[in-house]
T-cell receptor
Framework: DADVTQTPRNRITKTGKRIMLECSQTKGHDRMYWYRQDPGLGLRLIYYSFDVKDINKGEISDGYSVSRQAQAKFSLSLESAIPNQTALYFC???????????FGPGTRLTVL | GDSVTQMEGPVTLSEEAFLTINCTYTATGYPSLFWYVQYPGEGLQLLLKATKADDKGSNKGFEATYRKETTSFHLEKGSVQVSDSAVYFCALSDLTNAGKSTFGDGTTLTVKP
């Protein structure tokens, strides 16, 4: 089984809809991250969490919110989706005493 | 703040050609440096890393050396294969930035038979 899983893997939605992307991990890591990937722009950090009670904004948090329900779960919500949120979204984890990140397989989101 | 600049792509090579993907960085502290690889339809995975100056990371025939004097971490492979076709990301992790990672924009490599 994969260590970091994301659901759904693909989602098509309409402008104005609320969307939740979910991430689960079995690595026992404290740190979790949400990124979006756009062609030519690399990875941009949306939100990150260093433990269950810790939530921090990344460089592009506007229009997004997150919830850290447990050490193993970190959800990303788009309260009212807009077309320029069409992208590939990745969740990643990192151990407290390590510097390597472990990525999920990604969610491809299309907002029409 | 921290930043990573890597060679723009896409890069197209023939099988068995030599590969270099350039990467330079700016950081306030003493970062660890990474190359991640993203195969089609998958998430990023660690390819190699180096944690201090002059360290060489290596994996699957790929190598990169941490050069503090030139703030560089160029990725090289002597003979690429079709299976190396992927997107390659240079990244750094800096303890002075709470251990968060900063990624380059990615370089797409296509290897033709």
């Amino acid at each position: 089984d994969a260590d970091v899983t994301q659901t759904p893997r693909n989602r098509i939605t309409k402008t104005g809809k609320r969307i939740m992307l979910e991430c689960s991990q079995t690595k026992g890591h404290d740190r979790m991250y949400w990124y979006r990937q756009d062609p030519g722009l690399g990875l941009r950090l949306i939100y990150y969490s260093f433990d269950v009670k810790d939530i921090n904004k990344g460089e592009i948090s506007d229009g997004y919110s997150v919830s850290r329900q447990a050490q193993a779960k970190f959800s990303l919500s788009l309260e009212s989706a807009i077309p320029n949120q069409t992208a590939l979204y990745f969740c990643a984890t990192q151990g407290r005493s390590t510097d390597t990140q472990y990525f999920g397989p990604g969610t491809r989101l299309t907002v029409l | 703040g921290d930043s990573v600049t890597q060679m723009e792509g896409p890069v197209t090579l023939s099988e068995e050609a030599f590969l270099t993907i350039n990467c330079t960085y700016t950081a306030t502290g003493y970062p660890s440096l990474f190359w991640y690889v993203q195969y089609p339809g998958e998430g990023l995975q660690l390819l190699l890393k180096a944690t201090k100056a002059d360290d060489k990371g290596s994996n699957k025939g790929f190598e990169a050396t941490y050069r503090k004097e030139t703030t560089s971490f160029h990725l090289e492979k002597g003979s690429v294969q079709v299976s190396d076709s992927a997107v390659y990301f240079c990244a750094l992790s800096d303890l002075t930035n709470a251990g968060k990672s900063t990624f380059g924009d990615g370089t797409t490599l296509t290897v033709k038979p």
